[in-house]
Each structure stands twice: as C-alpha cells, then as structure tokens.
C-alpha cells in the first residue's frame, strides 16, 4: 500500500549559495539557501567555525581516554570545565581542534597532554562524524586512547591549562558515577559522554541478565 499523501522527491537537496551574515575569530554565521527533496527554494541559519584546516573534514577530536593501572580498574578520564555558551561548567570527553598539518591522531594526543598531561597510545579512530547537524556543520573524529597509568610521567601528570579539571570515573560504573555527581553539583553533561556512559552500562551489566521468556 502507498502514502499517497507523502511528498514525492523531485530533485536531489542541494547547496545553492552561502551567504556570510557576520563573523567573528572562530565562528561565523551563514545564510543558508538550499533545494529540498520536493524542489522547494529554502533558507537556514547555519553556524560555521573559521578555523578547519585545509585537507581536513574534521574540525577537531574528542579523546575517549582510558586509564589503565595495575591493581585499579580502568577509568575514562574526563574534563570539568567553565563553558560560557553554557554559563555553567560541563563535563566532557577531553577534546580539542586539529592544526594545520595535523592528523587526527595527533591531535588527539596533544589536547589529552595539553588538557590532562596524560601520555597515551592511540588505539582507534571513528569517522568524521558531525555534532549538531540542525545548526551547524561543524565536525569531529573521536580516537580511542589507552593510558599506562604504571608509567612514570603518568603517576603524577601534569596539564597545561589552568582551569580544566580532571576527573576519573570507573568505566564499569560509568554512568552510574555521573548520575552521582549531577546530583551534587550544577554540572552539564556533554551528549556523546552520556550516551557513551549508557552504552558501558548496557554492555557491563545486560549480558549478565536472564532474557524474559514471551508467554
């Protein structure tokens, strides 16, 4: 059976010009006009960064960065800081821009050094994915990295930036631990740091229970 009512595709959406409304160092605002599906002439407001560097799709990384100590269980490392588009402090996977010339990998292991002074070894790569696609076109890779928290310049790491806060949370009481401390404090948590949080949580603890039998 059809929905009749459904609008057909006439035409494949696309780009027709981008118009620069105002910018600023690191971001700037676009008028977007745009075909859609149905062959309708479109605007959208659209946020760009200034700063993604040439042969590169990615504008930066995050780093989903794991501690491993002999005698410890595994912990993500996370970042505690002040972020004003908020107007309160969020809690996030360490992160940061890629530079000129820089691969993703690379980029990766100077923010986590820069941000938490953690040394580590880079151990997996997504692909370019986007962040907030209704607003804007800004896009990241995230690198899996593990820490060998038994080396030395890892036993007492020290950063670089002054007002970011690190934290370690347990990765197999991921989300139960950031369910702790946003009852104690005015915190936001970064999308891709909960999710990844579920995700733990659903491969550490649905394995271990009994399916339900459908009567």
Request: with cysteine; net charge negative.
């Amino acid at each position: 059976m059809s929905n009749s009512g459904e609008p057909k595709a006439v035409t494949t959406p696309h780009i027709v010009k981008e118009e620069l409304i105002a910018a600023g160092k690191w971001v700037k605002l676009e008028k977007t006009t745009y075909v859609d599906p149905a062959g309708n002439t479109r605007t959208w407001e659209t946020a760009k960064r200034t700063t993604r560097q040439t042969n590169t799709q990615a504008d930066g990384v995050g780093i989903i960065a794991l501690l491993k100590r002999t005698l410890h269980k595994d912990c993500v490392v996370m970042v505690k800081q002040f972020r004003p588009p908020m107007g309160c402090y969020t809690l996030e996977f360490p992160a940061g821009l890629i530079d000129e010339g820089e691969s993703a990998e690379a980029a990766a292991l100077r923010e986590l050094k820069e941000e938490t002074g953690y040394k580590g070894e880079v151990v997996g790569v997504t692909p370019v994915t986007c962040l907030d696609p209704g607003l804007s076109n800004c896009t990241t890779q995230i690198i899996m990295v593990n820490i060998n928290g038994d080396e030395m310049e890892n036993i007492n790491p020290t950063q670089q930036l002054e007002f970011v806060e690190v934290i370690l949370l347990p990765l197999d009481e991921f989300q139960t631990k950031i369910d702790q401390l946003l009852k104690k404090e005015k915190i936001v948590v970064d999308s891709k740091v909960y999710i990844f949080a579920m995700g733990m949580a659903q491969a550490f603890f649905k394995p271990r229970e009994l399916p339900i039998l459908k009567q």
